[in-house]
């Protein structure tokens, strides 16, 4: 039997509609192998689909579409001899995507950037992606996939030495390779002249100090005489809060509700999900903090009042109630962004009256959280699980260890 191609309906597996997926058959090499179109259809829409009086004007969009996969598959096998089909799947993608062999990097670091935002990933995150993007649009306007040479990228790399630290170029390479993982993976450039890994080129990672504060400056913050109900006496306090809360994050900050808090004969506690692991994880951690003084302080301050269960502790999201899906993440991300800004421009005069050599920012509080407790002579295996990280393999052996005995005999090393 010669290379055909031809469309059909495998009624083995069914969806939730009562629907099978039209398949193309690609018979190569005496081998068949079968792609997975956009078309479903029942038993009964697929055998009316030979009726050349066919009315229903679904059907005969179906019936054209399933004509042009077939004459796409055609041409393909047509243009490219003995494919094996892998090779055949690639460049039929290629195809039916319309896709140009001299791909703009910078469209898919925009498309990436909105798949991170409709998964929900952290603020940051998806605003780096673009900083990384303007960076290159910064060393040139115009960038294809084909132009991604290990000498362009050492070129790019060199431009930015006078510019920006060593670990933020790198950052911005990271990122690009993410994206041209990304543009593979959506079958939109080929892997052939990829650049990076075994061979290519070397992003490399510098160790960067941590702008971090010590326990004496925590406490030279805290003492601080700041205008009453001001916005930097509120940002020194946000500030405290997230240091004493185990270096919470501005989107869990956010995020937290009054069910969140656990108040037992031993103290008052927190327990919260880092946003950031949140479908991404098998077992997402849950992260227990033990409310200090300080910390409880802030809430009665800076929190919403007279909260009920499934209210937020604090203002920031309270108009979001009645949102949900992608509307509703994109404007949390929308209000972290504008919260962390504001957050930023408080701790940034408070550096000035601290006489810091840099400037203070909201994610330092993590930074100091983890050096202060270092310092204090906790191990790595112990300060990991406090912060939600899961990538240690000795993680979960600690997980049961740490009570609330624990967690309070941590929270007393950060005074």
Request: some cysteine; glycine content about 4%.
């Amino acid at each position: 039997m010669e290379n055909t191609i031809y469309c059909t309906l495998l009624k083995k597996y069914k969806n939730k509609v009562g629907k099978y997926n039209v398949k193309l058959c690609v018979y190569l090499n005496r081998e068949r192998h079968y792609i997975q179109t956009k078309i479903d259809l029942t038993k009964e829409e697929w055998a009316k689909l030979d009726n050349k009086q066919l009315k229903d004007k679904t059907l005969i969009e179906a019936r054209n579409a399933i004509k042009e996969i077939e004459s796409t598959g055609r041409k393909v096998l047509k243009k490219n001899e003995n494919l094996s089909f892998e090779q055949f799947e690639k460049a039929y993608y290629n195809e039916i995507n319309k896709i140009k062999k001299d791909n703009d990097i910078f469209r898919w670091f925009d498309e990436y950037q909105q798949y991170l935002i409709d998964k929900n990933r952290p603020t940051s995150y998806c605003d780096h992606i673009i900083t990384s993007k303007n960076s290159f649009k910064e060393f040139k306007t115009k960038i294809y996939f084909s132009q991604l040479t290990v000498d362009f990228l050492e070129r790019y790399r060199d431009s930015m030495k006078s510019k920006v630290e060593d670990p933020s170029v790198e950052s911005y390479l990271r990122d690009l390779r993410t994206v041209y993982n990304y543009a593979i993976k959506k079958n939109a450039v080929s892997n052939d002249r990829y650049p990076f890994g075994k061979g290519g080129f070397t992003i490399g990672s510098t160790v960067s100090r941590k702008k971090t504060l010590s326990k004496s400056q925590i406490i030279s913050l805290r003492e601080l005489k700041l205008p009453k109900d001001s916005r930097i006496e509120w940002g020194r306090d946000i500030f405290v809060f997230q240091y004493f809360s185990n270096g919470l994050n501005m989107i869990d900050l956010c995020k937290l509700k009054e069910k969140d808090i656990d108040k037992t004969d031993e103290g008052v506690f927190m327990d919260f999900i880092r946003t950031k692991t949140q479908g991404t994880k098998v077992h997402s951690i849950k992260i227990r903090v033990e409310l200090t003084p300080e910390a409880l302080d802030v809430i009665n301050k800076w929190g919403n009042n007279d909260r009920k269960e499934d209210d937020f502790i604090f203002p920031y999201f309270n108009s979001l109630k009645s949102l949900n899906g992608k509307e509703r993440n994109e404007e949390e991300r929308k209000i972290v962004g504008y919260v962390t800004r504001n957050l930023n421009r408080q701790l940034k005069h408070i550096s000035k009256e601290l006489e810091l050599t840099f400037e203070l920012t909201s994610g330092i509080a993590r930074h100091t959280y983890a050096t202060v407790l270092k310092n204090e002579g906790l191990s790595p295996s112990i300060i990991g699980p406090t912060m939600g990280h899961t990538n240690a393999k000795t993680t979960e052996m600690y997980l049961d260890s740490i009570g609330d005995d624990l967690i309070r005999e941590i929270s007393k090393k950060l005074y």
